[in-house]
């Protein structure tokens, strides 16, 4: 039926009079679309590279960008865009205990492609008096430090071990250091319990751990913790290296270490509410 409105416009409506439906708003598609085009894109994309997938402009491309980095479901890079840690648990959560745990091993393959370092994560030893690491992907150099799965490692000489320790309660630390006698693995194993609880709260501080030749000569280690679904740290990644290139690039890697343990830990279904 066609009416006339009070300013004598022809419209079209229904004969029923009701309102036509109004398209559905593109917006939620198109930030499926980003994530569905980041997961393909294993080397990330660049602005004009999403948004001639969306066929939309940049400037929208790059709103939905900014909101889904606030948000951490993408992360910039020097080469462009990529999947953020809250993409990584939210696939995890859709697909359950096996996604889980590919997707652990890929962040980690992700920090030993980007360091070319050896990557473990380890964990308390049964009864907690040691620490054990229980998953690795070695470095692919020819010189390598890569620690052994299964071998335990003293709390207070590893960097493993202080960085358990530092995010220990205080009454399962006390209790450790007054049964646990210090004695000297290498000569920079630390030997006192007043400079091991100095050196555990800079860890806590500074939300890592390094060794330096502690627990083995010419052997070094960066560790982050992962945060579990409680906030609790029972969990460490870890990147191991020859101490030689550890002194010469420990900046970038502890920065690879810390960005791959946050997203682990999402992963394992931890949000952080700061």
């Given at each position: 039926?066609?009416?006339?409105?009070?300013?004598?416009?022809?419209?079209?409506?229904?004969?029923?009079?009701?309102?036509?439906?109004?398209?559905?708003?593109?917006?939620?598609?198109?930030?499926m679309r980003v994530l569905e085009a980041l997961s393909i894109a294993k080397d990330g994309m660049s602005l004009a590279g999403l948004s001639s997938e969306l066929a939309v402009p940049k400037t929208s491309a790059l709103q939905?960008?900014?909101?889904?980095?606030?948000a951490g479901y993408v992360r910039r890079t020097?080469?462009?865009f990529v999947l953020?840690?809250?993409?990584?648990?939210?696939?995890?959560?859709?697909?359950?205990?096996?996604?889980?745990?590919?997707a652990i091993f890929a962040v980690m393959q992700e920090v030993v492609d980007s360091t070319q370092e050896t990557i473990l994560i380890g964990t308390f030893t049964d009864g907690a008096k040691?620490?054990?690491?229980?998953?690795?992907?070695?470095?692919?150099?020819p010189v390598r430090f890569a620690p052994e799965i299964g071998d335990p490692r003293p709390l207070y000489a590893s960097g493993i071990g202080k960085l358990l320790l530092a995010y220990a309660p205080a009454d399962f630390l006390e209790a450790y250091l007054s049964s646990t006698k210090l004695e000297p693995v290498t000569a920079k194993t630390v030997t006192t319990k007043k400079l091991l609880k100095e050196r555990l709260t800079a860890v806590r501080a500074a939300g890592?751990?390094?060794?330096?030749?502690?627990?083995?000569?010419?052997g070094s280690a960066v560790v982050a913790p992962i945060f579990d679904a409680t906030g609790r740290v029972e969990k460490a990644l870890v990147l191991a290296a020859p101490t030689a290139r550890f002194l010469v690039n420990q900046s970038r890697y502890v920065s690879a270490v810390c960005a791959g343990a946050e997203r682990i830990a999402v992963l394992n279904g931890y949000r952080d509410e700061k």
């Open positions: 039926m066609r009416t006339i409105n009070s300013l004598n416009v022809a419209t079209d409506r229904p004969a029923t009079g009701e309102t036509p439906e109004r398209a559905p708003p593109m917006a939620p598609v198109r930030v939905l960008l900014r909101a889904l980095e606030i020097p080469a462009g953020g840690a809250a993409s990584y648990g939210l696939a995890a959560r859709i697909g359950g205990a096996d996604d889980v745990e590919r040691e620490a054990i690491y229980t998953k690795r992907i070695p470095s692919p150099l890592f751990a390094v060794s330096i030749d502690e627990l083995a000569e010419g």
